[in-house]
């Protein structure tokens, strides 16, 4: 194990974290002091592009760069918004940080929205996450009485207002545009592109979208500059992120650790290893999106330009452990049901296919597989990757490919044999 | 301007044109479903992804703008396969209902397959289950299995009628279109949402069931519904009469014209066809004994001669229609107002109370072609008497004839009204094609055809000048109105003599100056200003 390099979660077993005295007491919005007392906007976007930080909600596009998008001229207000519609299968830090570090978070909103120009900014949180919101509700209430928040912050003339908004519970809502829709009350559907939302956001205003941890490492890069903060991770892949381990592994747990860091070092150290010393088969590295690995490519380095070396991705940082116990015939069909199930129903791909596959991958598991499903299979996948609205597309497309590619031994045994070619010892899922 | 090439073909267009319609332009059809040009861009179908040189991913060019020297391809190996691939996915839970389906012959999912598709299905699942055969309003039906989820029919209720009374409700592919609770699809213009609708999820329950659409012949006219003169189509079925109950036009649909309903029609137009073949006056016929008895053109004809000869120009009074075409209201004013000398000549008839109207393609005056009349100048001059005058003067036995074109004074001025006036002319001629209260009154009915039986042109309330068609042979015994004042013309020996509406206009552009400059062929089916 390395060195202890955490940066948002040092001090979350501090008592308290969550209230403003202790946040304060702790060294707790020092960021933002320095960035409203003695930096300028330019000087803050700078310092985030010498960071290196990616956006953590997905994508891995450059911080910095995203936000020089938004235009400098123009008329109409800009806005900020916040996505906590964490919805990833396997992801579960967005929410950690928000229990038990609002104002880290709170810290990163202010600082943002004041490098940006930005005056009203809202949070975007998942129907489901009833406790962090109330979470987050109490600290701007703290953060308005200490004048952090409001009018005129640290007097500056700087005003901020900050606005909770609870979605319905849609996985979908987690695509930005879709989470713009649904913040203007209507359903969440994804928008074509271009334009993007650093043009034409929310209410047709330039607007900023970002990530909770992405925001949350903004305080501790103004504090310790961009530079050094990229010296944590590795080049072009900055600081340390948030890992959300899962699976059939000893340890599971949120882990924040330097990017870069091998994957089978997240598995076996951190996470203790692989439960029952039972024999790893597959790991999903990047959230359920993100196209699975096979146990032997798990030496790879976890950062965004390693892990796209061997076609996958870091995604939202969920890593999903499989053991040999695991019928890939069956975890494929669960994740496919989930993206039947969340697909808008939109643009005709996703709409349908989704639903096909499910479909398909049921009847496989249920003995009834006719030889071609999975050639079937692939051809759905392939004609829905890269022809959708949205990356929900791609997000289906991709693991059935991955999963059918790398263990299409297992689709084939269940098709001819009727049966699995695993003796499960994991409770039937299918209904 | 940018100049790109698509399919090898070079094209200039302006900037911000997109690619699907740059592709039109030179005559290259891109599938598509949810793309209409008069609605906002949804982008869902994906059935119009083309192939742009240098972009890894299709784009759908319903959205996607031109660039300079770009190079498309709408035909190439990848698009093929991905046109056949959307309409896989579109098919795979539609319930390949068409022999029972309203919309086939004109469904652009059957459509599309013969051209694009074609492939095997591999569908092996069970269909998504929907709802059909819902009643959504007084006009449509809907049936969701058969939907494609395009959106128009939502954002037309949105945009065009700003109505709102649909949406897409569910996810997946469980998404259904529906109204909003306790909500309807009633607006003025809900017609509209089966026309765009490409497939039969959307259905006219007017025209649900009556024909099969090839068996339905067309031709452009302009709706006499008011006076916007939106353009049409008139759909008819002469060939399989024991169809419908005899009836002739199966469905009115709006006709493309930019300058004046671009792709709409409102539905007091689209389903106020049915006069064409109800209730029509077949033969002329002349009260005896307190009934009307009906009587040959020739009989009828020698007898209006002969009150036209015995009686003053000063006791008669003329009621043109602005129902009826230039060329009718032209010939009548040849006669009765050149030849005859008649003086009492007032088409404007007051409309009705209330009726409804708007800022989009409804317009208070019902008729359509009152701005003709004004043209032609079918208005009382040099002390003849306005309408309200004759009728004054009927009751004081001054007007002893009045000829009225098709005006049901009755319906529109009240009984009480017009009643008395009506009973104490020496002889009230009704010319026109329904019989309606005001017929109750007629000494003589003189049957016109209806604008679907005839040719002419109408002139909108912007100076439109717009060409009717004849689809139908007029029934039973009407004739245009021209025929009709040039056989009474032949009994009174006075030169009023033509062949066909073309020639009666090349007379009204000689002597109207407004028209100056007009030929019949200039028209053509968009119409033209008057000058």
């Known amino acids: 194990m390395e060195e202890d390099l955490r940066i948002l979660t040092k001090n979350i077993n501090i008592e308290g974290l969550t209230g403003i005295d202790i946040y304060l007491y702790s060294g707790g919005y020092r960021g933002l002091r320095k960035a409203l007392k003695e930096m300028s906007p330019d000087e803050i976007i700078e310092e985030v592009k010498k960071s290196n930080l990616r956006g953590l909600g997905g994508a891995g596009f450059p911080t910095g760069v995203k936000w020089t998008f938004l235009p400098r001229e123009t008329d109409k207000p800009r806005y900020l918004a916040v996505n906590v519609d964490e919805g990833e299968p396997g992801t579960f830090k967005d929410r950690y940080l928000l229990l038990n570090n609002p104002h880290l978070f709170l810290e990163g909103i202010i600082i943002t929205c004041y490098a940006l120009d930005i005056h009203v900014a809202y949070v975007y949180i998942r129907g489901e996450y009833t406790k962090p919101a109330r979470v987050l509700q109490k600290a701007i209430e703290e953060a308005q009485r200490e004048g952090i928040l409001g009018k005129n912050i640290y007097g500056k003339g700087f005003d901020l207002d900050l606005i909770i908004y609870k979605g319905a519970g849609a996985y979908i809502c987690g695509e930005e545009t879709a989470m713009l ?49 990229a010296r944590i991770g590795r080049e072009k892949s900055g600081g340390t992120r948030l890992f959300s381990l899962s699976g059939h592994v000893n340890r599971p747990g949120l882990y924040e650790l330097p990017l870069g860091i091998p994957l089978r070092e997240i598995i076996y150290e951190y996470g203790g290893g692989i439960k029952n ?8 590295p990047g959230g359920s ?17 390693s892990i796209a070396k061997i076609g996958s991705m870091l995604g939202s940082g969920a890593i999903i452990v499989m053991d040999e116990y695991t019928c890939m015939v069956e975890a494929l069909y669960i994740l496919v049901r989930f993206y039947a199930h969340e697909s808008c129903g939109q643009c005709t791909p996703c709409r349908e296919g989704c639903g096909w596959m499910e479909k398909v991958l049921k009847r496989i598991l249920k003995g009834d597989g006719r030889i071609g499903d999975t050639e079937n299979l692939l051809r759905i996948a392939a004609n829905i990757l890269g022809n959708t609205i949205c990356p929900l597309g791609d997000a289906v497309a991709l693991p059935v490919q991955s999963f059918i590619n790398k263990f299409r031994h297992e689709f084939e045994y269940h098709i001819r044999v009727k049966k699995c070619n695993i003796e499960s010892k994991y409770p039937f899922f299918i209904d | 301007m940018h100049t790109l090439t698509i399919d090898g073909k070079e094209i200039r267009v302006e900037r911000g044109t997109t690619i699907l319609e740059a592709a039109k332009k030179i005559g290259i059809e891109i599938p598509h479903y949810c793309y209409h040009p008069g609605l906002s861009i949804a982008g869902n179908c994906r059935m119009c992804l083309v192939e742009i040189e240098g972009i890894p991913k299709l784009q759908i060019s319903c959205y996607t703008p031109v660039s300079d020297g770009i190079k498309v391809h709408t035909r190439s190996e990848r698009v093929i396969k991905a046109r056949q691939a959307i309409l896989e996915f579109l098919l795979i839970n539609h319930p390949l209902d068409c022999p029972v389906c309203d919309q086939a012959g004109e469904c652009y999912l059957q459509i599309y397959y013969m051209r694009h598709g074609l492939y095997n299905s591999t569908f092996l699942e069970d269909k998504v289950k929907k709802k059909k055969a819902l009643v959504i309003g007084p006009t449509v039906i809907l049936d969701s299995e058969r939907c494609i989820l ?9 945009e065009i009628s700003k109505s709102s009374e649909l949406g897409i409700f569910n996810r997946g592919d469980h998404s259904e279109i529906s109204t909003f609770p306790k909500k309807e699809l009633n607006n003025k213009y809900s017609g509209n949402v089966v026309d765009i609708c490409p ?39 002469v060939d399989r009469t024991y169809k419908a109950e005899g009836k002739r036009v199966m469905r009115i649909k709006p006709r493309f014209n930019e300058e004046v309903n671009k792709w709409w029609i409102c539905d007091e137009g689209r389903y106020g066809y049915k006069f064409v073949d109800d209730n029509r006056i077949e033969k002329p016929y002349i009260r005896q004994h307190g009934k009307l008895i009906p009587v040959s053109w020739d009989m009828v004809i020698e007898k209006i001669a002969g009150l036209l000869k015995k009686y003053p120009p000063k006791s008669i009074g003329i009621v043109p229609s602005p129902q009826c075409t230039n060329e ?26 209330n009726v409804y109207s708007d800022d989009f393609l409804i317009r208070e005056d019902k008729n ?9 100048g079918l208005f009382p001059k040099d002390k003849g008497l ?32 017009v009643a008395f006036a009506l009973s104490s002319v020496d002889s009230l001629i009704f010319q026109g094609t329904n019989f309606n209260e005001t017929v109750e009154f007629a000494d003589f009915l003189l049957p016109s055809s209806t604008f679907a039986e005839k040719d002419g042109t109408f002139i909108n309330q912007s100076g439109r000048v717009q060409k009717i068609n004849k689809a139908l042979e007029p029934l039973g015994d009407s004739l245009p109105e021209w025929k009709i004042f040039v056989k009474i013309a032949r009994e009174l020996g006075i030169p009023v003599e033509y062949g066909d509406p073309e020639e009666i206009f090349f007379d009204i552009t000689k002597e109207i100056s407004s028209f100056l400059g007009l030929s019949y062929s200039l028209i053509g089916d968009e119409g033209i200003n008057l000058y």
């Open chain 1, 181 to 229: 829709e649904s913040l203007e009350g209507k359903k969440g559907w994804p928008r074509l592109k271009p334009p993007f939302p650093a043009l034409r956001g929310l209410f047709d205003c330039p607007t900023l979208v970002n990530n909770v941890e992405t925001l949350c490492f903004i305080p501790m890069i103004i504090d310790m500059g961009g530079e050094e903060f």
């Open chain 1, 277 to 284: 010393n039972n024999r790893l088969k597959a790991v999903i």
């Open chain 1, 289 to 305: 999106s993100s196209p699975v690995l096979k146990a032997e490519e798990v030496d790879v380095n976890m950062d965004f330009d």
């Open chain 2, 150 to 158: 395009c959106g128009r029919c939502v954002r037309f209720c949105d």
């Open chain 2, 199 to 237: 497939v039969g999820a959307l259905t006219d329950r007017d025209f649900r069931f009556k024909c099969r659409v090839w068996y339905l012949k067309e031709k452009p006219s302009i709706c006499p519904g008011c006076s916007n003169g939106c353009n049409i189509w008139i759909h008819y079925n």
């Open chain 2, 328 to 353: 009718d209201n032209f010939v009548l004013k040849k006669l009765f107002s050149e030849h005859l000398g008649m003086k009492n000549i007032d088409y404007r008839v007051p409309s009705q109370l």
């Open chain 2, 368 to 376: 359509p072609n009152s701005r003709g009349c004004e043209e032609l």
């Open chain 2, 386 to 417: 306005e309408l309200k005058d004759m009728l004054r003067e009927a009751k004081n036995k001054k007007i002893k004839i009045l000829y009225l074109m098709n005006h049901d004074l009755v319906k529109k001025m009240g009984r009480e009204e």
